[in-house]
């Protein structure tokens, strides 16, 4: 016995050293496997023809290492849309297999930091990725053009060095930026089958402040933006195949409130006895998705932020009093597709 462990531990002694010996060319192997798959990571390459939706950040304002701030793509066969563009969200996309530069557009719903706070990012990832000759089209409701020329301004430094370290035929100067589109409430956009349908939501003092709704070939998906309720709501997402709706638990984050008085931050105790009256809970948004008839309701833009999904139960308690369909609360990467002609949603996780 005594040899046979002598031998074993000559043979762990052998492979450790080997293994320190080998380790830089192992550690070239595995990276160039790494950036090829890297590089094959493209989820429009083999997407059927539908309307499909991922979610990119589903975090909010409050610290969560598990998401990225809120953003949203709605892609309708390749043509991608991406709504609000929180931090961290242009690298998400990038860990999925959603390069920035297929962008086509994106629709703000409202102008809180955390959901702009990533669309500096946005723009420069699409242009210098993407070679794009035209800069990329923001949507938003009145003061978007302040908050893209803000952005340019920000960036022109960044602009120019790339340019000039790169060469103006790999990134094209007249490509970078934005352009900032404003609208009001109504049809934005149809065409090819493809209906883009936007109305104001009640997330006072911001305002106006919107949310989407998507028509693709017989399918849909509304996504709330931030709001609390309102009696039309409902109207919005008549027959909808998924609502993706933002949500606070009160409870929950009265929590947080009272520990923040007790600890005496009063400041951060007001913020949390403030917020819940502009953002709808998860009870209410069950009660929209069952008077619009959806088919699936996703949570999106959580407050309080979720560190282990041990707490999902905590913060859609009462909800399915509420709603008979399928409730799920978001998390970075996930993907919903819908195809034409189906009542299915497939779901996956993209990371």
């Known amino acids: 016995?005594?040899?046979?462990?002598?031998?074993?531990?000559?043979?762990l002694a052998l492979v450790f050293t080997a293994s320190q010996i080998f380790k830089v060319q192992i550690g070239e192997r595995l990276f160039?496997?790494?950036?090829?798959?890297?590089?094959?990571?493209?989820?429009?390459?083999?997407?059927p023809d539908g309307l499909h939706v991922v979610l990119i950040g589903t975090g909010s304002p409050l610290a969560d290492a598990s998401r990225a701030g809120p953003s949203t793509a709605v892609i309708a066969g390749k043509r991608v849309f991406i709504i609000d563009s929180g931090?961290?969200?242009?690298?998400?996309?990038?860990e999925i297999g959603l390069s920035p530069a297929a962008t086509e557009r994106v629709l703000l719903t409202h102008f809180h930091s955390d959901h702009i706070d990533g669309l500096g990012e946005l723009m420069?990832?699409?242009?210098?990725g993407g070679g794009h000759t035209e800069p990329l089209s923001i949507h938003g409701p009145a003061g978007v053009a302040d908050v893209v020329e803000g952005l340019y301004a920000a960036y022109a430094q960044d602009k120019d060095y790339r340019i000039a370290h790169h060469g103006a035929k790999i990134v094209p100067p007249s490509g970078f930026g934005g352009?900032?589109?404003?609208?009001?409430?109504g049809i934005l956009m149809e065409q090819s089958g493809l209906k883009i349908s936007a109305f104001v939501v009640d997330h006072e003092p911001v305002s106006p402040s919107f949310g989407y709704r998507f028509d693709y070939k017989d399918r849909s998906v509304v996504i709330t933006g931030d709001t609390a309720y309102t009696d039309d709501l409902a109207g919005h997402a008549k027959d909808t195949d998924i609502l993706i709706s933002e949500a606070l638990n009160p409870e929950m984050v009265g929590?947080?409130?009272?520990?923040?008085?007790?600890?005496?931050?009063?400041?951060?105790?007001?913020?949390?006895?403030?917020?819940?009256?502009?953002?709808?809970?998860?009870?209410?948004?069950?009660?929209?998705?069952?008077?619009?008839?959806?088919?699936?309701?996703?949570?999106?833009h959580i407050v309080p932020a979720l560190p282990i999904s041990y707490l999902d139960a905590l913060f859609i308690k009462g909800t399915a009093d509420k709603f008979s369909g399928d409730i799920i609360v978001g998390q970075d990467g996930m993907m919903f597709s819908l195809t034409p002609q189906s009542d299915n949603i497939v779901r996956?996780?993209?990371k």
């Not at 016995?1 to 043979?11: D, E, N, P, R, T």
């Not at 160039?32 to 997407?47: P, T, Y």
């Open 1 to 11: 016995m005594k040899k046979l462990v002598l031998g074993l531990v000559a043979i």
């Open 32 to 47: 160039a496997k790494a950036v090829s798959e890297n590089f094959g990571n493209n989820i429009l390459s083999d997407l």
């Open 255 to 300: 929590i947080i409130e009272a520990a923040a008085k007790d600890a005496g931050n009063n400041r951060i105790g007001k913020i949390m006895y403030d917020i819940p009256d502009y953002h709808i809970t998860p009870v209410q948004a069950a009660e929209v998705a069952q008077d619009a008839n959806a088919g699936l309701l996703v949570f999106t």
């Open 124 to 128: 420069l990832q699409r242009w210098a």
């Open 87 to 94: 931090g961290g969200a242009v690298r998400k996309m990038g």
């Open 179 to 185: 352009t900032p589109i404003e609208f009001e409430a």
């Open 348 to 350: 996956r996780q993209l």
